[in-house]
């Protein structure tokens, strides 16, 4: 009876300790499975859009259709519910100093009766000389939050993002409406606009504009502009991307990407 009583009391803790660790891996699988909440996609877009990038190798690779531009993003602001305020301008890499593209971006989570995951939208500035290369600067020497939230102007465009699927190289993709919004400027009557979060902080951007037919009238054809943090270009790089710049710039550019506002 005392050996049964010994070899029951062995399987019953050996019952209790397999329970604890099948336990314990359950909440370790939950903890890691965890889904996140709609504020983690708005933070995560947003911290994936904030840094210093080029499309230097896409232009190294195909400089008849794109140029090396310099995008930068930075926190400017966040409003009461949390949504974060982006200031964002582009800038051809030789000059870095003269954007220009500047915009501000909202992001925050997509509305729970929409099937997306995050919404960026752009609005004009006020003041743009004002922001001229506002990431650049020291805090102290920027705009404070509260200036920026008042200058705020129109809304530009709104990006629904969602997750990718499976498999796919992006973690966060999406586009304006298929109607686009307005724009007048070099015969255009509307745009569309892409935008792709990938993994190791790559962003790619792929703005359209289309006459009243429907015919292209500027934007890259081939596909979006492709912006990766860039490591410090060596002499020989600097010296491939002199590309044609006796080609009349102003002219190619006007064809291929710039809006001017």
């Known amino acids: 009876m ?38 983690d ?31 930068l993003t930075c926190p400017a602001a966040e409003m009461m519910d949390g949504s974060k305020i982006l200031y964002f301008e582009q800038a051809f890499w030789r000059t870095p100093q003269k954007p220009f ?32 290369n506002f990431c650049d600067r020291p805090k102290d020497q920027r705009p404070p939050p509260e200036e920026v939230i008042g200058d705020i102007a129109e809304h530009l465009a709104t990006i629904h993002l969602k997750l990718c699927d499976r498999g796919k190289r992006c973690i966060y993709e999406g586009s304006t409406s298929p109607d686009g919004f307005p724009n007048t400027w070099n015969g255009a009557t509307y745009c569309t606009s892409e935008l792709a979060i990938l ?24 596909g979006p502009y492709e912006f990766k943090p860039a490591p410090s270009p060596s002499h020989n790089d600097m010296l491939a991307l002199n590309f044609a710049a006796a080609q009349s710039l102003e002219k190619r550019i006007e064809g291929s ?3 001017r506002d």
């Open 2 to 39: 005392a050996s049964e009583s010994k070899g029951w009391s062995r399987e019953a803790r050996g019952m209790v300790i397999k329970a604890l660790v099948l336990a314990g891996g359950a909440l370790l699988l939950k903890r890691l499975t965890k889904s996140k909440t709609r504020w």
């Open 41 to 71: 996609h708005a933070r995560f877009v947003a911290n994936s859009l904030s840094a210093e990038k080029f499309s230097r190798e896409q232009a190294s690779r195909d400089p008849d259709n794109y140029f090396n531009i310099r995008l």
């Open 101 to 132: 593209r500047q915009r501000f971006c909202l992001v925050k989570p997509c509305p729970k009766d929409l099937k997306c995951d995050v919404k960026v939208s752009t609005f004009a500035i006020r003041d743009m000389e004002e922001y001229k």
């Open 199 to 222: 993994k190791n902080n790559e962003v790619h951007i792929w703005d359209r504009c289309y006459d009243e037919e429907g015919q292209q009238v500027w934007g890259p054809k081939t």
């Open 257 to 259: 990407f710039v809006i």
